[in-house]
């Protein structure tokens, strides 16, 4: 997962942007734009999540498969439009 590093001036130490550290300094409106769940060891999309719920309705997981590549072609063509304009 790629995301920023954040340096703090006073104590000299790097956070990452996503970390518990930053998000717990935000309130809860802020908190809900970023769109990941993170673990100690993992981090999930949201909508990756959301996909799963689905999936324990008897769908496969080669359909999930094809729904996170068909969803992820459609955003980035979206960004790719917003950056073309």
């Not at 717990?24 to 999309?45: E, M, R, S």
């Not at 496969?60 to 072609?73: C, D, F, M, V």
Request: net charge positive; glycine share 4%.
């Amino acid at each position: 997962m790629v995301t920023e590093t954040l340096r703090c001036t006073i104590c000299r130490l790097n956070y990452i942007s996503t970390s518990q550290t930053v998000l717990n300094q935000l309130d809860l409106p802020h908190w809900t734009l970023f769109g990941v769940i993170l673990t100690y060891k993992y981090a999930c999309d949201i909508r990756v999540i959301r996909l799963l719920r689905e999936r324990t309705l008897g769908n496969s997981p080669t359909r999930l498969a094809r729904q996170l590549k068909e969803n992820h072609g459609e955003e980035w063509l979206h960004h790719l439009a917003h950056y073309m304009e």
